[in-house]
């Protein structure tokens, strides 16, 4: 192992060289037009008006058509795409995305992106009325002005109010998917929650790992910074990196990422923070940051309208605030690291054998731990298919959403009686009497190791990234075989979780929710569908590995049947042999 060790250097230089300052998009010579005071009063007007605008609602709709009046009273070509969606949270609503069309000189498209929906009066989380009146004072910038012809654009310009943007994205993942200027877009800017009290923020995050153009990521920072005279935040390398493992995006850019669009989301609030103070639409607007962030828009755009196309790849890229690491380094240095661990399982395994350990039993108790963690995603699609967990399209789940807020205890408590049932049955063949020998201990680690080494393999190959959250295990539990007293065993075994756990407190913090609150939201992320069932799959497949490692650390393992050869029938198999031999009979006698 520390000779296959040596081939990790070549990445790790590789990955040091790929770290390269990124460019800045020039500054158009235009100043920017944006009026916060009309901005401001359209913010409060549309608030106001209608400040309970949950899709679906009567309220919504009439939100949606005022949008389109407004916006089209600007002599600008307006569209409406209306559809049917089971949204998690609100069931089957009718949605509404509008959409007005800035002819540019090029049918390349630039995308400006706003979600008008928010969650009702009582819930101020998502609300948008600041990005959705700034949507209308960019458009006013190409209107007519007088005798004068309306500014014509380099690229076509798009400015998009969705729906659903509040509970996951609805209306963008719909326009990203299905709209002939999606497939023509290059770049997309969202603003959302622009006019609050908070930090100015870039977040880049994306629903596969992927990154937008390093340029665009640049320049939207140094915009903001210009116009804000504040240096916005972006997410930590840990935190990109466990965006890019779960893979995980909160933002509407995310959806836009997904169809290989190059997006960043502006705003100046966090995801699990309200933008407006409840009971009072408007009290919370900033007129002041509702005009920097406006303006640094309308500059961000003429940037890269004036910028080439090309440009605006969406590589997964690594943001070091004014540098960037490439991608395909990362993920060769994550791929590699594995390489030294899975030689070391595969030389253990092949000792073992030689040596004559008895690793039947040892890979029959590893099979049991993995039936029963399949078993326990088995439990979590019925707790979706049975109402307990939300379900519905494969969107972010709102941080608001009763899933965080109002756990389901009853059904929660029932699956859980469940699951302990299944342990129960599943360890009766797990668990004997007596000390361990040597041997059958050895024979333990080596299985368990053997499909750890496997499991890594496969998760570096299909998702790499998600390798950030295996390695401590791998390399941590690489040294329980080797020490004899518990209590190291016990900080070894401990050491190895840090990984998941790190990852369950970074999202914890990125989306303001208690541990325990944000490892149910997981959960719903996984009956929904966002989160993949590959990605479950290989989850469940490394626990298998945890829960015999760790039964070995704390001194509770024993061999399948307590070593038996060959091992004597179990449950299913006394269930099962009796109906399969029955069958038999039966094919025999037809024949």
Known sequence: MRVSALIVIPAVLALL???SATGTLPRPQLEPLFDQEAAATLTTELSSRFPSRVPGTPESAEAALWFNQTISAFGLEVEEDVWVEDVPELGQVELRNVFAVVPGRSDRVILLVAHRDNAGVSQPFGDNASGTS???????????????AAPRPQRTLVLVSTDGGAFGGAGAARFAATSPYADAAFAAIVLDGIAGGGHPRVAFAGDDPRAPAPALVRTALTRVAEHTGTEPRIAGVLTQLVDLGVPFAYGEQGRFL???????TLTTQEPGEPAIPVGEPASGISARQLGDMGRATEVLVGSIDAGLSSAFRTPDSVFLRDRVAS?????????????PFALGALDLAVRSRRRGLPLGPALRALRTRLFFWLYAGLLLWFAGMAGILPTGAALPLPTYS???????????GLLGIALAAGWFLGRRRIAGPGPRTP??????????????AFVAVVIGLAEPYALTFVLPSLYAWLW????TRMWTRVLLFAAGLFGPLAALVILSSELSLGLLDTSLYLLGLTTVGYISAGSVLLALAW??????????????????????????AGVVRRGLGPLIARSRESYARTR
């Open 134 to 148: 700034a949507l209308i004072e960019l458009a006013r910038g190409y209107a007519p002005r007088g005798s004068a």
């Open 402 to 412: 009763t899933l965080a807020s109002d756990w389901p205890v009853a059904g929660l």
């Open 543 to 568: 626990a298998a590995a945890a829960g015999q490692l760790g039964a070995l650390a704390f001194g509770r393992y024993a061999p399948y049947a307590d070593g038996a050869e060959p091992p004597p």
């Open 480 to 483: 329980l075989p080797l020490r």
């Open 258 to 264: 997904a169809a290989s669009i190059a997006a960043v």
């Open 17 to 19: 060289f790929s770290v």
């Open 439 to 452: 041997e059958e201990r050895l024979a333990g680690y080596t299985a368990a190791f053997a499909w750890l």
């Open 327 to 339: 991608g395909w380094t990362v993920r060769l240095t994550l791929l590699l690291a594995v390489v």
